[in-house]
């Protein structure tokens, strides 16, 4: 799905209104995959990423999102909260994600 997001938060504080950087479109993409816990086993992590293009090799154009959930559906969008690790730190994050209308003239 093409789409619009903003950040609603940095390094896991909750930014206001005036702070919101400038949307950034792309591909959004939401799937699940297996993390190896050594000898403790395997988790499923559900990840949200904004890339450019579909393509698996493409890098994401925002940190990706782990453990994603989606909180809220409107007909504006959609809230998707999880967790950005940066720097070797998990922050806590939510996306505000606007659907981008595509023309047939686009498909």
């Known amino acids: 799905m093409r789409v619009e997001v903003i950040e609603l938060r940095k390094r896991g504080r909750k930014l206001h209104k005036e702070e919101l950087d400038k949307p950034i479109c792309g591909c959004l993409v939401i799937e699940n995959w297996t993390l190896t816990l050594g000898n403790n086993g395997e988790?499923?992590?559900?990840?949200?990423?904004?890339?450019?293009?579909?393509?698996?090799?493409?890098?994401?154009?925002?940190?990706?999102?782990?453990?994603?959930?989606?909180?809220?559906?409107?007909?504006?969008?959609?809230?998707?909260?999880?967790?950005?690790?940066?720097g070797g730190t998990e922050h806590a994050q939510a996306w505000w994600v606007k659907p981008i209308e595509i023309l047939p003239s686009q498909r």
């Open 43 to 86: 988790r499923t992590v559900r990840e949200a990423s904004l890339r450019r293009t579909y393509s698996k090799g493409e890098p994401p154009l925002l940190d990706p999102l782990q453990d994603a959930v989606v909180t809220r559906v409107t007909e504006r969008g959609m809230v998707i909260i999880g967790s950005q690790r940066i």
